[in-house]
């Protein structure tokens, strides 16, 4: 291991090879990983160079396995942070001023779950740990005390690369890395990462460390103005800080005066070799009312996207909430609920949170229907339980234009080919499980493509009937297709959990 640590980059050893456990003895030798994940990176990427590492060190050839560790792991926190109470900088006469707006801190916190390890039924010991907690927390600005930690958040393709980010830039191991913005849709995991990058950096050590979400910072900037105590709140942010976190950066936008003392904070601070992590809900492209140079900082920055999570992420999320909260899940209940919910996974939680407190209230063990109830409670609508794959619905689109998929996939710009290739790439969002990078993979375009052409379909759909009228042709289509492999792909699911393998999409360390 001596070896390969001075071989490969400081973060790269220390988050996949420093976690393996060596066991073994005489020829072979073998390693234990954390997780399937894991375990499978491992084999792709490391495996031929630990293979010639071996070699040079013993001069002789090894028999190398790879294995689980199946130990048990402990039990999650079972409380989440609360906002900070109000303080002179949340002085309600800053409202006046018209930034603030009544949005708390952390929106949906005492309505629905985060995504770190929350109980799934907190009890009165719980409630008053979060009391005693709510009067000795630190000032809001600072690294926030929260069971928000690498170690806990499930890892998958949707995430990985802004988790390795993250994690490169709290250890400060990357020193290119020095601005980075994660953008993510609500609930899928940039606030667990913001938290988990601010906590592990203050543990670290060598340099203060500013949390912040974006209206917060509004907040306490028009409370500063008010107050004629500017200068206080510049050595609040701009002082010995060598690292600033700030969330919802979106939230700054038609804010003029805020937007400009946000500039010159990053300047600042990135002037004196400190870093900056920003989380938004958009590409910085896409904030027409942040100002350029605001928006030429981000971009110009490492930009990493949160993507809803896939199946494998989903199962693996749900396992391990339910086994933190000591929930026993049938089989085929997993698979419906990971089949049925395919948002956020704040949205996850929340129908497993109404299925085990239906269970409980209702003392009843948790089956099939109690599960599909739940489901529909949620999401208002009965679940669909069967999506297409990407070639079936590139197929149906070829055909309905008369055209075929080699055509869609191919380098044509023209009409007749690039409107059916929208087409498709809309469509596939809405009856796939495919990520956006999967479906750009299989027409031949790129992520941001795949993107540009989602949304310039939306905007069609409300404003141009003809596109509407050959969406609403495809969708009847495309449902006729899923009605017909509804009855196979039922009978499989059912079946799933003594067929199906293993989730690889799971990492929690």
């Not at 009067?135 to 806990?152: I, L, M």
């Not at 979106?250 to 920003?278: C, N, P």
């Not at 027409?288 to 999320?317: K, M, Q």
Request: proline share 7%; net charge positive.
């Amino acid at each position: 291991m001596h070896r390969l640590q001075q071989e490969l980059p400081a973060f790269t050893y220390e988050t996949w090879l420093e976690p393996l456990e060596l066991r073994g003895s005489g020829e072979d030798l073998r390693l234990v990983c954390p997780t399937g994940f894991h375990r499978d990176r491992i084999l792709r990427h490391f495996m031929s160079r630990i293979d010639a590492c071996l070699r040079a060190e013993t001069g002789q050839t090894m028999e190398i396995a790879l294995a689980v560790d199946t130990r048990p792991r402990p039990a999650q926190s079972k409380t989440e942070p609360e906002p900070a109470p109000p303080g002179p900088d949340r002085d309600p006469a800053a409202r006046d001023l018209g930034a603030a707006t009544s949005r708390p801190e952390n929106p949906g916190a005492a309505a629905r779950p985060q995504t770190s390890g929350r109980s799934l039924g907190p009890g009165p010991s719980a409630r008053a740990s979060v009391q005693a907690r709510r009067r000795s927390r630190p000032a809001p600005e600072s690294a926030p005390d929260t069971p928000y930690t690498f170690e806990n958040f499930v890892v998958g393709p949707c995430n990985a690369l802004a988790r390795e980010a993250s994690f490169a830039m709290a250890r400060g191991q990357q020193r290119t890395l020095d601005q980075l913005y994660l953008r993510a849709d609500s609930g899928m995991g940039k606030t667990h990462l913001a938290r988990a990058v601010a906590r592990e950096a203050a543990r670290l050590g060598g340099g203060e460390v500013k949390y912040v979400s974006a209206e917060n910072f509004t907040n306490q900037f028009l409370s500063a103005l008010r107050s004629n105590r500017t200068g206080d709140f510049k050595r609040r942010y701009r002082g010995r800080c060598q690292l600033f976190v700030m969330e919802d950066v979106q939230f700054l936008e038609s804010k003029s005066a805020t937007q400009l003392e946000f500039f010159h904070t990053v300047q600042h601070i990135l002037d004196s070799g400190g870093k900056i992590m920003l989380t938004g809900d958009r590409m910085p492209q896409q904030m027409p009312e942040l100002g350029a140079r605001i928006r030429s900082y981000l971009a110009n920055g490492f930009i990493a996207e949160l993507e809803p999570p896939d199946p494998e992420v989903r199962r693996a999320i749900l396992r391990s909430k339910a086994a933190s909260g000591g929930v026993r899940l049938p089989g085929d209940c997993l698979e419906i609920l990971v089949e049925s919910i395919r948002g956020s996974v704040r949205d996850l939680e929340g129908v497993l949170i109404q299925l085990v407190t239906t269970a409980s209230l209702l003392k009843k063990p948790i089956d099939l229907a109690l599960t599909e109830n739940a489901i529909a409670k949620k999401l208002s609508t009965p679940p669909q339980k069967c999506r297409l794959g990407v070639g079936d619905v590139v197929g149906v689109v070829a055909s309905f234009f008369q055209s075929s998929p080699d055509e869609l996939a191919s380098r044509s710009r023209r009409k007749q080919v690039l409107l059916p290739r929208q087409l498709a790439m809309y469509l596939c969002r809405r009856y796939t499980e495919a990520s956006v990078g999967e479906i750009g993979q299989a027409l031949g375009r790129d992520h941001p493509a795949v993107r540009n052409a989602i949304d310039k379909i939306e905007r069609g759909i409300l404003e141009r009937a003809p596109l509407r009228y050959q969406v609403e042709a495809l969708g009847e289509r495309l449902d006729g297709l899923l009605d017909k492999v509804e009855p196979a792909y039922r009978r499989k699911l059912l079946k799933a959990p003594s067929t199906r393998p293993r989730a690889r999409g799971r990492r929690t360390a």
